[in-house]
């Protein structure tokens, strides 16, 4: 995925939260992997940015609730993976 720097800008901007931990987990994964994401990865992951801090941050450290989790589509699991290996 060719990401257009005012794209990038703008996620970036959206990956800043109130949480520390947030802030740190997300800044690495756009530093890293946002920009050999896929289109459908990409919006994943916007999907997951529209998402409240604190579900937010339990899903990626894997401490959301099991009907959380089943919930969860595919896309968001692969995704919530890479975004944890950062």
Known sequence: MNVAPKNLE???W???RGLLELDIVLGRFIDKHYAQLNE????AFEELLDMPDNPLWDM???RA????QEATQ???KALLEKIRAV
């Open 10 to 12: 703008r996620v970036r």
């Open 65 to 68: 609730g099991r009907g959380v």
């Open 74 to 76: 595919e896309a968001h």
């Open 60 to 62: 990626i450290a894997g």
């Open 14 to 16: 959206r990956c800043r």
């Open 40 to 43: 459908d990865e990409a919006r």
